[in-house]
Each structure stands twice: as structure tokens, then as C-alpha cells.
């Protein structure tokens, strides 16, 4: 048998050819940032830094005068946990007002409780949760959501430190419409330096803005917005005097 070549005119097409790959705009739903994560033990897995511009562990520590003003205009009754402590710039100014306060901590930052992973609690340690949680690569998502899920059984309020930008976003949409804040504080300066060190700031960091958003089980109107000053003096007694 002799074999020879065969000519391109003589090859069959394929019976069922492909369809050419048409482009479409993704729906909200589909947008997805890279690599979203919602467990510790995987934002973590190769090392304290979630990505090379991020601070280790995502230390962002809270300016006190923040915390200050959240005070000012909501009121705490019962205990405080705060799950993401850090070095305590939360939990300091919550226990100078006076309240029971809880501080743990994944990291040892020498302050509070830690290796203690906020994502693994089954129970919460204190009645309300008020902290600035991590945010890089779904972090963030994942401290509201199971602080929401653990105050369920508390009754408690749940407090965060969250980017302003964060709340207008396709992939958190629906979640802010099924769980819709009681209240929304833009704050006007507040900035979180990474490992609290300004030398370390990016510039993103600098511009970046802050709101405290509360959820309150007892509050069942639609969601409020108010402008909140870190610059104001707050009153000694705080919100909880009203
Ligand atoms: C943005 S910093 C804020 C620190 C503190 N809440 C404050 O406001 O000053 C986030 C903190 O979350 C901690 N952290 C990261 N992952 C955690 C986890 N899974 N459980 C508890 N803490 C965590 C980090 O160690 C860091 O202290």
C-alpha cells in the first residue's frame, strides 16, 4: 500500500461545526473579582499577605476618633465583641465608654485574644459586634455576613468600618437588599494606615473613604444615611444618654 498526501480540497468538514464564540456583556450576578475567598485558612495560605500592596494580615488599625463619633449616635447596651482587635483601637475607645467589651484576634498583635478565627466562631462571645474587619479578596463580605448570622441568637447590633465604594457594587447588591442596614454614617476623615504606619501608605489608601454601617435587629425601617464627623467633640455619656 502507498501512501501519499492528502490535498486541503479533499478533507471533509466536521459534520457539526462549532459555533463561532459570540461575545456578550456579563450580567451583575456573573462579575466576579479574582480569587474570592470567604475562609481564613485560604486568604492566608501563602503567607500574611493577601497580595503584594496589602498590609500583613490586613492591619489596618482605626483611627480612635472614629470610633468616637460612631458612639456619639449609637448606643450599645450590653456587651461589645470586637473579632478582629488588632493592636485595640476599637475595643480602647469602647471600654473608656464604659462598655463590656470582648477583643479577640486571628493574629497576636498583642492585644485581646488571639488566634481566634472570626469565621470559625460558632457562638458569639459578646451580645452586639462592632469592628473594622478585613476586606482583601471577600474578607470583608464574609465578616458582615457571619456577623449578621451570629447576632441572629444575641439580638444584638453588628457595627463595621466599611469602604464606602463597597456598598455600591454588583456582587453586593442583592446581598444589601435582602439585609438592608438600619443606617449608613459617612464619615468625613478617617483613614486607615496599613500596619497604622503612613510611611507604608499606597495612595489608593489615602483616598479611600469610610462609613460605619449598623444593622439594628429592632429597627424595621428602610435603610437611613447620615453624614457623621471624626472631627466633632462627642458628649462624655455618648449616644446612650438620649
Ligand atoms: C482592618 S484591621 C482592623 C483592626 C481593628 N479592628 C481596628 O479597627 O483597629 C483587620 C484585623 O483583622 C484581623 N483578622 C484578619 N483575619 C481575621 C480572622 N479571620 N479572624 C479574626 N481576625 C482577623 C487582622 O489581624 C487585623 O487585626
Redesign the pocket.
Given at each position: 500500500m502507498s501512501l501519499r498526501l492528502i490535498h486541503p480540497r479533499e478533507l471533509k468538514p466536521p459534520e457539526t461545526a462549532p459555533a463561532p464564540a459570540r461575545m456578550r456583556l456579563l450580567r451583575p450576578d456573573e462579575v466576579r473579582t479574582t480569587n474570592l475567598i470567604a475562609e481564613?485558612a485560604r486568604?492566608?495560605r501563602f503567607g500574611p499577605r493577601i497580595s503584594p500592596g496589602r498590609a500583613p494580615?490586613?492591619?489596618?488599625?482605626?483611627p480612635p476618633e472614629a470610633t468616637r463619633a460612631l458612639l456619639a449616635v449609637e448606643c450599645f447596651e450590653g456587651s461589645i465583641w470586637?473579632?478582629?482587635?488588632?493592636?485595640?483601637?476599637?475595643s480602647k475607645v469602647l471600654l473608656e465608654a464604659g462598655h463590656l467589651v470582648v477583643s479577640?484576634?486571628?493574629?497576636d498583635?498583642g492585644y485581646g485574644e488571639p488566634a481566634?478565627?472570626?469565621?470559625?466562631e460558632q457562638v458569639a462571645l459578646a451580645k452586639h459586634i462592632v469592628?473594622?474587619?478585613?476586606?482583601g479578596r471577600g474578607?470583608g463580605d464574609a465578616f458582615v455576613k457571619h456577623a449578621l448570622h451570629l447576632t441572629a441568637k444575641t439580638g444584638g447590633k453588628v457595627a463595621m468600618?466599611l469602604n464606602i465604594n463597597s456598598l455600591c457594587h454588583p456582587r453586593r447588591h442583592a446581598f444589601f437588599v435582602a439585609h438592608p442596614p438600619s443606617i449608613i454614617y459617612a464619615l468625613d476623615e478617617c483613614v486607615?494606615w496599613p500596619s497604622g504606619d503612613p510611611a507604608q501608605a499606597t495612595t489608593t489608601i489615602a483616598k479611600q473613604r469610610y462609613c460605619w454601617v449598623v444593622w439594628n435587629r429592632d429597627e424595621k425601617c428602610a435603610t437611613r444615611f447620615a453624614w457623621l464627623s471624626t472631627r466633632a467633640v462627642p458628649t462624655k455619656s455618648g449616644a446612650c444618654a438620649a
Open positions: 481564613t486568604a492566608f494580615y490586613e492591619f489596618y488599625p482605626t470586637e473579632p478582629a482587635c488588632g493592636e485595640g483601637h476599637i479577640t484576634d486571628l493574629v498583635h481566634r478565627d472570626f469565621l470559625g469592628t473594622n474587619p478585613p476586606y474578607l468600618l486607615c
